[in-house]
């Protein structure tokens, strides 16, 4: 299922208050090369993304009684400037060679630079364009021109998220070092690499800048947490069972990569011990081929850890819609997040 109902609403909006964004903030030197690097972000940030954070904070912020304007669309719009950097970064992180269905960011600008050194360059060049994403998405939201008082709380929220994201991050990290991590640590990882980041925090930071009373935040929270959580499961479901021809991603780098997820942790826990060994053989193994994989994927099916996984998003959505249920918010933006809360949790890519 494709993020379509919202996104026809918001998604266009946003894709246009970025692209005139971006043209004011054009490469401030001539060389070619550094034109070429700044064009080459300005096709990632455009170039697809379900604009999933720009359209929960648009929501959030008409939940809590505000209405249509520009200033909405700027500062949601910085949230996908926000999420373009950290991305980037991510991928250097893992070490990936597509996204969105096309080469990194950072093996685009090595394959600009080919020669000695190229993949360093691209590593480093990708560690630029992404923190200059991010600065783009302070400068965005700084200007948006919402009332001063209501954007230093939504500030104070979009420090927040960066900081948990980035804590979530470096704990994803330190997973790939730990032998055993069980389902309750991967679950940690997921609250604050991706629930806070990409549900609950954009409902918070739209909330906070139409002036949401802190009842309202409070419900944004009981909402995002556990929407983001199934987001996030899903997306390891599709990151090991997926096509890469629909998330346009490989559907090797979880596995070869050795992402101890949430799957693999209910796996390890479920295994017979021939099962465990095999598991702990070939994931994260960086020689890990098709076939291997389709054995990892056959005992994360034998051992019950992919229903099991599939029940944990069922009874997150739940959780979430009832959350939506009761949260004082009008019927039309209660019927958009349900809308959206399926679409998030059911998604094919």
């Known amino acids: 299922m494709a993020l379509s109902f919202t996104r026809n609403l918001v998604g266009p909006r946003i894709d246009e208050r970025l692209l005139g964004f971006l043209d004011s903030w054009r490469a401030p030197v001539s060389d070619p090369d550094v034109v070429a690097a700044y064009e080459l972000l300005t096709d990632f940030i455009m170039s697809g993304g379900k604009r999933i954070r720009p359209q929960l904070c648009y929501w959030g912020w008409c939940g809590a009684g505000g209405d249509d304007c520009e200033e909405i669309i700027s500062a949601a719009a910085a949230l996908e400037l926000c999420h373009a950097g950290l991305l980037i970064h991510d991928d250097i992180m893992d070490g990936s060679d597509l996204r969105r269905g096309h080469a990194t960011v950072h093996r685009r600008l090595a394959a600009l630079h080919q020669g000695p050194g190229s993949d360093t360059f691209g590593q480093a060049a990708g560690i630029l364009l992404g923190t200059l994403s991010l600065a783009w998405a302070d400068a965005l939201l700084s200007s948006c021109g919402v009332e001063p008082a209501r954007l230093r709380v939504a500030h104070h929220l979009f420090d927040a998220m960066r900081s948990e994201v980035i804590s979530g991050q470096y704990l994803d990290m330190l997973a790939q070092l730990r032998a055993g991590v069980s389902v309750q640590q991967a679950l ?162």
């Open 188 to 349: 940690t990882v997921i609250r604050y690499k991706t629930a806070k980041y990409t549900v609950e925090r954009p409902l918070q930071i739209g909330g906070a800048l139409a002036g949401a009373p802190p009842e309202l935040l409070d419900a944004y929270s009981r909402v995002g947490l556990p929407l983001g959580e199934a987001f996030q499961l899903r997306d390891d479901v599709l990151g090991t069972f997926g096509s890469s021809a629909e998330t346009g991603k490989s559907a090797l780098d979880d596995l070869r990569d050795g992402k101890h997820t949430v799957l693999f942790a209910h796996a390890v826990q479920r295994a017979t011990p021939a099962q465990r060994t095999y598991l702990r053989t070939w994931h994260g193994h960086p020689e890990l081929t098709e076939e291997r994989a389709d054995d990892l994927r056959a005992i994360l099916v034998e051992t019950g850890a992919l229903a099991e996984v599939e029940e944990m998003i069922a009874e997150r959505v739940r959780e979430a819609e009832a959350a939506i249920a009761a949260a004082p918010i009008e019927a039309a933006v209660r019927e958009t997040l349900t809308v959206l809360a399926g679409e998030l949790a059911h998604r094919d890519r």
